[in-house]
């Protein structure tokens, strides 16, 4: 617990001030990273966000869906695609202004912990305590620094706002119907917040602990009661379906509940090392499911001590805030994760932590109070040290990704698949392949040890490595992999759009196109086929247009079937052509500049190389080449 205050300390509003710049602090570097992960699906690939439509349109539709099969999962969080449409108008597209936002609610996150806290009773010394080191929680960086976590970022600023503003007195209740507005709001950002309407209703419960007068508690309650149901006639309207999550019965759920609990009292216990993948669902480990036996043991006795000690109704809710947010991921309920435990999921739970336990501070001597007030800036210090070092993790998606797949926990092959993803993004498809083979290959016989079906896993890793293949030439085992992956998901048109794809972007367009088209007929609403049959009927026609290939062909007309290929993401044959622009000593400077403009960004290192200082002899050093180079270096570092 913070101790209370006991010492001469600053006005409160200093104290706040001075927590909320050395969370700033810590979080400085956070604007500097780019998007990552979830990011590309959920901001730069989605048209919601980069077009800002009416407000409606946000509420009319899920927030994610299956990539394979396009099935919406069962997450419903307008607000938060809202609050990126905005970002995304105001900031062009820039990751800086998202990221800026972040620790912007972030910061708000914070104040809301201070005065929460002081509502709680704590002295101003606890309550500035208590933000300070909620703030800079070096796990939280997953919620903060990754603009996907916004979603618990958001709704822990608006339960912490609906616990301020809720009062129980019966001539309050304009309060209360702004406590349950704003708890709405929250669950319109992410469903954690209903771990909010539970702590409402705790504190409703615990302030009448002898006579619980149900027609007073009916009263107070009645606007929250309607808030729940105008969400839940909301998430309706959205015709959210169900998702693909582990087949685990629920008695073994109820193992994995202990394990997940113990493990995030490990990782409240041992802050300074933030991780993206904890643990692999289904594969249980003794040491932790002992730790949430004992949690769980702790849990009961702290119980009845709360109930001996006549808590305050704040108490209570925040109890029930941080318990409640944890009971939703502890995988209970079925979550699309195949994962024990994750950083991010620790943000709300947290923060009803840190008021619970800043509104019990201490009454502490003075020199024990200045005693832990010295321990508390310690921690604060080596908190901000370690987050400020977790951001530059975040700057650069290999390097996280490296990082991760260093601390990857046993049989999870996630972390691989996702390393490969950002190489092959970077076009380094013979490294991203060595990546995604081990992502199936853990997944294949953790799914056979195990049992732990990572069928979806499996699909993806499969999906990437035909990719992978296509784009280093070897197109028959990539038009395997992808025949394979329509065979066994017949009402999934991705893999045979992908198929027809591989074709085209290895020259066989009329068979391309007889294959779209037959996909067109089987999958009449799949919105991306006409655009793909255009694309690749343009394609063949300007192809027919040009005269036929031959070893001494003019390098300009090369250059054309360079950029023909390149058009269709045809990288392997669009890079041997322009290689072949970028050798060709009758290439004139515009031609091998784009050339090498193509090969820094897509080709072969090597080649590209080649290529700039083919265009450094021609045309000299200059501010275009200095920046091709950059870009390749850009390309080819932060992953091994």
């Known amino acids: 617990m913070f101790p209370s205050d006991n010492l001469r300390t600053p006005p409160p509003g200093l104290l706040l001030v001075i927590a909320l710049a050395a969370v700033a602090l810590a979080y400085a570097q956070a604007p500097s990273a780019g998007f990552v992960w979830d990011d590309h699906a959920l901001i730069e690939n989605e048209a919601l966000v980069r077009e800002l439509h009416p407000p409606t349109a946000y509420f009319g539709r899920m927030f994610w869906s299956d990539p394979v099969k396009g099935r919406p999962h069962g997450f419903y969080r307008p607000l938060t695609t809202l609050s990126y449409a905005i970002d995304y108008r105001l900031g062009g597209g820039s990751p800086t202004s998202f990221h800026f936002t ?71 209740s304009g309060r209360r119907i702004a406590a349950a507005a ?111 036996v004992a949690v769980l043991l702790g849990l009961l006795a702290l119980t009845v001590y709360a109930r001996r000690a006549h808590w305050a109704p704040l108490r209570w809710a925040c109890a029930a805030l941080t318990l409640s947010a944890l009971l939703m991921v502890l995988h209970l309920i079925p979550l699309p994760v195949h994962v024990v435990a994750t950083d991010r999921y620790l943000y709300v739970p947290l923060a009803g932590l840190a008021v619970g336990l800043a509104s019990g501070s201490l009454s502490l001597g003075r020199r024990a109070s200045r005693l832990f007030a010295v321990l508390c800036a310690v921690a604060a210090v080596a908190f901000c040290a370690a987050t400020w070092l977790r951001n ?23 972390a691989y698949g996702a390393l490969g993803d950002v190489l092959l993004e970077r076009e380094r498809p013979a490294e991203a392949l060595t990546r995604f083979q081990h992502a199936l290959m853990i997944d294949t016989e953790a799914a056979r040890t195990y049992g732990l079906g990572g069928v979806r896993n499996e699909r993806v890793s499969r999906a990437s490595i035909a990719r992978s293949l296509e784009k280093l ?10 025949n394979a992956l329509a065979r066994d998901n017949p009402d999934a048109a991705l893999f045979r759009l992908n198929h027809a794809m591989t074709q085209a972007r290895r020259g066989a367009f009329g068979p391309a196109l007889d294959e779209l088209r037959e996909i067109q007929r089987a999958f009449p609403d799949e919105a991306a086929v006409p655009g793909l049959i255009a694309k690749v009927s343009e394609a ?101």
Request: net charge positive; hydrophobic share 50%.
């Open 102 to 172: 972040n620790v912007a609610l972030h910061l708000a996150v914070c104040t809301m912990v201070f005065l929460l806290a002081r509502k709680g009773g704590a002295g101003a010394l606890a309550a500035a305590l208590a933000a300070l080191l909620f703030g800079t929680f070096p796990r939280l960086t997953e919620s903060v620094t990754w603009i996907s976590g916004r979603t618990d970022v958001l709704a822990a600023l608006f339960v912490l706002l609906a616990l301020w503003l809720h009062e129980s007195a019966p001539e309050r």
């Open 473 to 482: 030439g070897r197109f028959s085992e990539a038009l395997a992999g992808y």
């Open 540 to 640: 063949q026609a300007r192809w027919q247009q040009l005269p036929p290939e031959r070893p001494e062909e003019p390098p300009s007309v090369t250059a054309e079937r360079a950029a023909l290929f390149d058009g269709l993401g045809g990288t392997f044959l669009a890079g041997q052509l322009w290689q072949r622009v970028a050798n060709d000593e009758r290439s004139d400077v515009a031609l091998v500049r784009r050339a090498a403009g193509y090969l820094a960004y897509r080709g072969d290192r090597a080649a590209a190389r080649a290529a700039l200082d083919r265009l450094e002899r021609m045309a000299g050093p200059s501010h275009e080449e200095t920046v091709l180079r950059e870009a390749l270096t850009a390309r080819f570092g932060g992953a091994r």
């Open 182 to 292: 704003c708890i709405l709001l929250g669950l319109l950002c992410k469903e954690v917040a209903i771990a909010g309407a539970v702590a409402l209703i705790v504190w409703e419960v615990a302030a009448r602990p002898k006579t619980p007068a149900a027609r007073r508690l009916a009263l107070n309650l009645a606007p929250l009661g309607v808030a729940l149901g105008a969400y839940a006639a909301l998430r309706a309207s959205a015709s959210g379906g169900a998702t693909e999550h582990l087949p685990f019965p629920f008695s073994r759920r109820l193992l994995f509940a202990l394990q997940a609990l113990g493990t995030y009292a490990g990782m409240i216990l041992d802050p300074l090392r933030p991780r993206l993948q904890i643990g692999t669902l289904g594969v249980v480990q003794a040491l932790p499911m002992a730790a949430g």
């Open 392 to 414: 530059l993790d975040w700057e650069d998606e290999a390097r996280l990704w490296r990082k991760t797949v260093d601390t990857a926990p046993e049989w999870n092959g996630f």
